[in-house]
């Protein structure tokens, strides 16, 4: 019995250790688990065959949402800064249908054009990050103009009409890791990346160990750490083998690709580098942070600016998906992000979330999508489902942190308490470095 | 008041658990009609939650003991009820709405009404009587945010009686007001002694409980130490002082030999115009500050010391209209907070919670706030060296906390104010200024923030400690300035301050040269 305290205070973290405490991961986890059981019953196969779990449409899934996840990581910084941006979708709007334009009538090269396209991001978030910053018009009112004014400059420009995109270009939406080396039956590209994943995690677990006692702390038990480890690897083979063993010519997608590296990159910025904790302190308490030194107007002005670069990438990978740029790109993808951070544990007076928290928050509402498309479920009714579930999962959390009882995403969203529960690479395809014991 | 008096109310054998914490055990409360309860503890000995326990913010059966009130045993289980019995409570942060105007909040609530429709009216011929029950001489039409704290103060408790009070609950009452005010406040109380009506005075302040009160309750660690009553027992500060902390404390400040060093700093003629109005907040204020010295500067509510710290610590309030800063005999600039904290400076703010702390940060993330770069490498923070940094200075200021992941939301106000002198100490400035720094603060704490602040003068820093507390800035500055109306009207030595020299300064323009 005492084995098993041990093993559940130490492995997810906190005394007040629980089922709850598993999370957002746990939801994951869960509803993965259902589709899969659902989809097989539905088509009369065993559990192994249900259709969530198979090659293609774990790539699918990640394709297809790949463009609303990296939109989730700017947004958790603009809230997390306190304010909000409706802008995004027709930001991306905006940007696909110009960049599309300068490859199909300036004959832009496509990496030229995706240079350009990140440079409309950023003259756009300096644009929309001045109102808000140095003349102070609240974000929602600047993002609700934006919103009309770039999805109106979106259909201007292209008249209304769809503008196609070279092949080049399409890779960053549709496109997969090239195939080399000797045939194992699986995309060897995709099996180095696991491999590399695989890596990572025993040595984050390592450093934290050491973390620990260099801050004169017990870490966890050897043998907890050991479980961890082995849950996170096994996830991460799985994943791997999964996104590496599908048709020939498929593997883990670029843009999933992309995605990772901008989790990882931003991640660390949030945690790690001063700039980030200022995002923080500026959404808890700004005049605290303004007292401390922390220059408001200019991080107010940078996660602006960043949700704007980020919304064109998002443009762009999704005009890359779907070969054309067209008048209707984008639409309610302001909303999918603001739901994926908030069921991710963000605050909505800002100063709390974090970035895997929205990811895994977005990661929910996508295999949702994905599982009730599969099992035939109509549009409407999806879209029912996926607006009680957003209310159900902040409003859980709520109820849990007025009771003072432990809170689920509250545990998402302390990076830096010791308390804080890992979260195995999310669907494991992401190996971002667990948030593991590294508190003091 | 005669001991005699019928009893009102009785609080018997209350005890309060939160999860894991005993909040209040076996305490037992008995006010008499008529009379002027203090109840007296540290931080966190159970004042406020005795106070929630009886106003049914914490309603019954999540408490065990009995309450009786005016003969009954009461039940409440919410505020409204208590209130309907003529229980109010007043809490130490106003419950107004800054942009509703006085009648309006006053009625809040409790809006006299007409087939419906609130009656106008009525509330403005009440609000009227009431203001003038209160000594209140301000429009009912003015708004909240358009008078001082003080008035704010009478708002509240003509609020409470327009709700018909018979007991009348007051935490903190005057932590936020200043002697004038403070006193007329004490006034209007003893006023109302006279009209019978029944008061439950917590408060910090040992020399206005002295003057007031009736009978005095301490509590300590959640338990009810004693009752006193205050003319039969003979009580004074010093023994008031001792059932709170439990043990005799010998001296209100520690013992401490100042080391006096050269002028290193120097403000002069010194202008700042109000944010917003044309108004002159600094007028041509001229002072200096030697290292290792500590500098007081007194005045009351609104006469522009916190204005003039904020505005020579990085132009953080107001408009910078004219002035020279000369540190080490170089005049420097600093144009924001950061050029400020570059050049050596630490402003402490009078309000914690509002603009000191981010209370949703932890005590470590706390500590390393205003100077990321000394835990940063090539950009990245360093854990390592942030937990050692907070731990360090837990462990020399002596802050209550388990860890330093304890979050300063959880800590007591002592507490909280340690974590905010760690935060700036960390910053290596070369002079701190002190808003208040004491504020809200328990006697025990208070003895160590002084010796904090002591010992940071020793090490040859410059220390500023702005105070509406005349004996705190008397016991522990070595020069005192006074502040009225934004302009320095005087500069008393250690051994010319005493509470009539100030308060005849900090009450009149004219310039007295007493050096």
Known sequence: MSRFKELQKNLFG????????????????????????????NIGVGFGDGLTLRSDNLIALLQQNSYILILAIGMLMVIVAGHIDLSVGSVAAFTGILVAKSMAEWDFPWPVAILFGLAIGAVIGAWQGFWVAYVGVPAFI????????????????????????????????????PEWGPDTGYNNSTLLL??????????????????????????????????????????????????????????????????????????????????????????????????????????????????????????????????????????????DAIAAVFIGGAAVSGGIGTISGSIVGGLVMAVLNNGLQLLGVGTDRVSIIKGLVLLLAVALDVYNKSQGRFSIIGSLTRPFRKDTPPAPGATGSNPEPAKTTVGG | MTTDAPILLEMRSITKEFPGVKALSDVNLVVRSGEIHAICGENGAGKSTLMKVLSGVYPYGTYSGDIVYQ?????????????????????????????????????????????????????????????????LDEDPDTLIKDIGVGKQQLVEIAKAFAKDVKLLILDEPTAALNEADSQHLLDLLRGFREQGITSIMISHKLNEIEAISDSITILRDGRTVETLDVKGDGVDEDRIVRGMVGRELSSRFPD????????????????????????????????????????GFAGLMGAGRTELAMSVFGRSYGVFQSGRIVKDGKEIQLKTVADAIHHGLAYVSEDRKAIGLNLLDDIKT????????????????????????????????????????????KLSGGNQQKVVLAKWMFTDPDLLILDEPTRGIDVGAKYEIYGIIQRLADQGKGVIVISSELPELIGLCDRIYTVFEGQITGELSREQANPESLMKQMTSTKKMQTR
């Open chain 2, 71 to 135: 003969g009954q045993e009461a039940r409440f289980s919410d505020i409204r009820q208590s209130e309907r019995a003529g229980i109010v409570i007043i809490h130490q942060e106003l419950a107004l709405i800054p942009d509703m105007s006085i009648t309006e909040n006053m009625f809040l609530g409790n809006e006299p009404r007409r087939r419906g429709a609130i009656d106008w009216k009525v509330a403005q011929k009440r609000a009227k009587e009431l203001m003038r029950q209160v000594g």
């Open chain 1, 142 to 177: 600047v993002t609700l103009a934006g919103m009309l004014l770039f999805r109106g400059a979106n259909q201007f420009v292209g008249n209304a009409n769809t503008i196609p995109v070279p092949e080049g270009f399409q890779d960053i939406g549709a496109g997969f890791l």
């Open chain 2, 256 to 295: 401490h030999t100042p080391k006096i060093g050269e002028v290193f700093f120097e403000v002069s003629n010194w202008n700042v115009k109000h944010p917003i109005t044309d108004r002159l907040v600094c007028k041509n204020e001229t002072f200096t500050v030697r290292r290792g010295e500590i500098v």
């Open chain 2, 366 to 409: 706390s500590t390393v706030a205003a100077k990321l770069s000394k835990i940063s490498h090539r950009g990245v923070l360093s854990e390592v060296e942030e937990y050692e940094a907070a731990e360090a200075y837990r462990k020399e200021l002596r802050t209550k906390a388990p860890t330093v992941d304890e979050g300063v939301s």
């Open chain 1, 194 to 335: 696991g491999l590399i994943a695989c890596v990572a995690v025993v040595w984050r677990e390592w450093s934290a160990r050491r973390t620990r006692i260099e801050m004169s702390a017990d870490p966890a038990p050897l043998w907890v750490s050991g479980i961890r480890v082995a849950i996170m690897l096994a996830v991460l083979i799985f994943v791997t083998l999964r996104f590496a063993g599908g048709r020939v010519g498929t593997s883990f997608p670029v843009s999933g690709l992309i995605l990772v590296v901008l989790v990882l990159l931003y991640s660390f910025y949030t945690r790690n580098t001063a700039g980030g904790r200022y995002i923080y302190a500026v959404g808890g308490n700004s005049r605290a942070a303004e007292l401390s030194g922390v220059k408001l107007k200019r991080v107010n002005f940078f996660v602006m600016m960043n949700m704007s670069v980020l919304a064109s990438l998002a443009g762009m990978i999704f005009v890359a998906r779907s070969a054309a740029s067209g008048p209707q790109d984008g639409l309610n993808w302001e909303l």
């Open chain 1, 14 to 41: 906190g005394t007040t250790s629980n089922a709850r405490q598993f999370g957002m991961i746990f939801t994951l986890v869960a509803i993965v688990l259902l589709f899969q059981l659902l989809t097989a019953n």
